[in-house]
């Protein structure tokens, strides 16, 4: 089983819809990831999240400590949008571990 | 400020060769951390450099090896290459001020095909 679950793998949506990808993680953490990857590569850190949530544009992040569960909303989803969307915790060693990624079409 | 830098951002090599890749982290940044990204396995953590030392390692096989320099630029090596290495090298910077978590900023990456 792997220390940081994702769910959905894959994930479409018309553009405009309210979209939640979730991430499940089994170790202690001191930080939770949530990163974009376009096509070509190029991966941005979305957010730093180490509890409560963060609000930046149309993204929010928010994280469950006690419940070990973190979750990645898109507001008024855009075709822009469509990206694999990572998440991934820094146990306390403070090294990284990935989710899979989700896997995000937005179709206009 | 400039973001993180990595070069080449292409390269293709032949089975038992080696390769260089380097990266120079965010202006005063002092951590640089390697990632191989694969289709297959996703992103794996390589290792991670802090002030020249390497301070975690992921499960690579010692044909990966890094360091970094006083001026907190870091380069990868991978020594006799095989077809599995072909993959995207992501490099990503942060602060670490304090030894806290911060931030990770990733460069674009170098692709490397092995043929």
């Known amino acids: 089983k792997n220390e940081v679950e994702q769910s959905p793998q894959n994930l479409t949506a018309q553009e405009g819809e309210f979209i939640t990808i979730n991430c499940s993680y089994s170790v202690g953490i001191s930080a939770l990831h949530w990163l974009q990857q376009h096509p070509g590569g190029g991966i941005v850190s979305l957010f730093m999240?180490?509890?409560g949530k963060k609000k930046h544009g149309r993204l929010i992040a928010t994280i469950n400590i006690q419940e070990k569960h973190s979750s990645l909303h898109i507001t008024a989803s855009h075709p822009r949008d469509s990206a694999v969307y990572i998440c991934?915790?820094?146990?306390?060693?403070?090294?990284?571990?990935f989710g899979t990624g989700t896997r995000l079409q937005v179709f206009p | 400020k400039a973001g993180v830098t990595q070069t080449p951002r292409y390269l293709i090599k032949t089975r038992g060769q080696q390769v260089t890749l380097s990266c120079s982290p965010i202006s005063g940044h002092r951590s640089v951390s390697w990632y191989q990204q694969t289709p297959g396995q996703g992103l794996q953590f390589l290792f991670e450099y802090f002030s020249e030392t390497q301070r975690n390692k992921g499960n690579f096989p010692g044909r990966f090896s890094g360091r970094q320099f006083s001026n907190s630029r870091s380069e990868m090596n991978v020594s006799t290459l095989e077809l599995g290495d072909s993959a995207l090298y992501l490099c990503?910077?942060?602060?670490?001020?304090?030894?806290?978590?911060?931030?990770?900023?990733f460069g674009p990456g170098t692709r490397l095909t092995v043929l």
């Open positions: 991934a915790v820094e146990n306390n060693t403070d090294k990284l571990i």
């Open positions: 990503a910077s942060s602060s670490l001020a304090g030894g806290l978590p911060d931030t990770q900023y």
């Open positions: 999240l180490s509890s």
